[in-house]
């Protein structure tokens, strides 16, 4: 314990430097939580299947989700975001949901310029549980007015010099009953086959009929807030930390969970960076 009448000047110099960099540490830290969810990353996969279509080797998409324009995600920072992954030069943008939170404006403000990649195959996308919340009716209309394709709980093939693949998408499990037969109907075993969830809890005990090659999935913001990255006190999945963020081996698939892009709550994120996933198909 200090003394009465201890100042900083009579305290010993090992002590008073030690508080010193405390105080620093401390500093940065708080700063660096409003500081890191305006520091866009690319988080690239490279991934490697028998059962891919040779005119799709090679073949890059760019997985989007989690923007929360709104609150804390301005349409400013949404151009940042759609220069940067149009300088990625996908073959194909997916969109993992959430486009909103708490958003006030014109959705068209939103979906046009994400429109505005132009990538060669188009953009799709599913709903997420905030854009339920805000209002679904008017998010899935401004996406299909700006070609931005709605795969809740329906498909999309794409072709290539006569290969195909095929993408599925189911609407958020929060709020909607997961249509899984209707969306696996006529997939052959055969087919490469993505499976696009909002929600990675989609894929927990889910026992497919049908092959599914590689999933995406966000809506954990990476929790947003960790322990350096090792651990996030909360992360809103029953899976928990299992599929908080990262690319997953599973027995049936392949699963990446992307930390996303926006924040909620509170505009922070700690060792849980943005970032645009990008994935390279290969065979």
Same mark, same amino acid.
């Given at each position: 314990?200090?003394?009465?009448?201890?100042?900083?000047?009579?305290?010993? /110099?090992?002590? @008073?430097?030690?508080?010193?960099?405390?105080?620093?540490? @401390?500093?940065?830290? =708080?700063?660096? +939580?409003?500081?890191?969810?305006?520091?866009?990353?690319?988080?690239?996969?490279? @991934?490697? %299947?028998?059962? #891919?279509?040779?005119?799709?080797?090679? %073949?890059?998409?760019?997985?989007?989700?989690?923007?929360?324009?709104?609150?804390? %995600?301005?349409?400013?920072?949404?151009?940042?975001? =759609?220069?940067?992954?149009?300088? +990625?030069?996908?073959?194909?943008?997916? @969109?993992?949901?959430?486009?909103?939170?708490?958003?006030?404006?014109?959705?068209?403000?939103?979906?046009?310029? #994400?429109?505005?990649?132009?990538?060669?195959?188009? &953009?799709?996308?599913?709903?997420? $549980?905030?854009?339920?919340?805000?209002?679904?009716?008017?998010?899935?209309?401004?996406?299909?007015?700006?070609?931005?394709?709605? =795969?809740?709980?329906?498909?999309?093939?794409?072709?290539?010099?006569?290969?195909?693949?095929?993408?599925?998408?189911?609407?958020?499990?929060?709020?909607?009953?997961?249509?899984?037969?209707?969306?696996?109907?006529? &997939?052959?075993?055969?087919?490469?086959? &993505? +499976?696009?969830?909002?929600?990675?809890?989609?894929? =927990?005990? $889910?026992?497919?009929?049908?092959?599914?090659?590689?999933?995406?999935?966000?809506?954990?913001?990476?929790?947003?807030?960790?322990?350096?990255?090792?651990?996030?006190?909360?992360?809103?999945? !029953?899976?928990?930390?299992? %599929? /908080?963020?990262?690319?997953?081996? !599973?027995?049936?698939?392949? +699963?990446?969970?992307?930390?996303?892009?926006?924040?909620?709550?509170?505009?922070?994120?700690?060792?849980?960076?943005?970032?645009?996933? #990008?994935?390279? #198909?290969?065979?």
């Amino acid at each position: 314990m200090i003394k009465k009448g201890l100042t900083l000047k009579k305290l010993p /110099r090992k002590i @008073l430097f030690s508080f010193i960099i405390l105080l620093i540490l @401390l500093f940065c830290g =708080i700063s660096w +939580l409003f500081i890191e969810p305006k520091i866009l990353t690319v988080k690239k996969y490279t @991934l490697k %299947y028998n059962d #891919l279509p040779s005119s799709f080797n090679g %073949y890059k998409i760019a997985f989007i989700a989690d923007i929360h324009a709104g609150d804390f %995600y301005s349409l400013e920072q949404l151009k940042k975001l =759609i220069e940067k992954t149009k300088k +990625l030069n996908p073959d194909l943008v997916i @969109l993992g949901g959430d486009y909103v939170y708490n958003y006030q404006g014109n959705i068209d403000d939103i979906m046009k310029p #994400l429109a505005g990649i132009n990538a060669p195959d188009g &953009i799709i996308g599913v709903a997420g $549980n905030h854009d339920h919340m805000d209002s679904i009716d008017p998010i899935t209309a401004s996406m299909r007015k700006n070609n931005i394709a709605v =795969i809740n709980n329906s498909k999309k093939t794409i072709a290539k010099d006569g290969d195909i693949i095929s993408i599925l998408g189911v609407d958020d499990i929060w709020f909607v009953e997961p249509k899984t037969e209707k969306v696996l109907s006529n &997939i052959k075993p055969e087919n490469f086959t &993505i +499976l696009v969830s909002h929600n990675p809890d989609f894929f =927990i005990g $889910n026992s497919f009929d049908k092959k599914i090659d590689l999933g995406l999935s966000g809506h954990t913001h990476g929790g947003q807030v960790t322990f350096f990255g090792l651990f996030a006190p909360y992360v809103p999945i !029953e899976s928990s930390h299992k %599929y /908080r963020t990262g690319l997953f081996h !599973e027995p049936e698939m392949d +699963l990446i969970v992307s930390n996303g892009i926006g924040t909620v709550m509170l505009p922070i994120r700690f060792f849980a960076p943005p970032q645009i996933v #990008l994935i390279e #198909l290969n065979n």
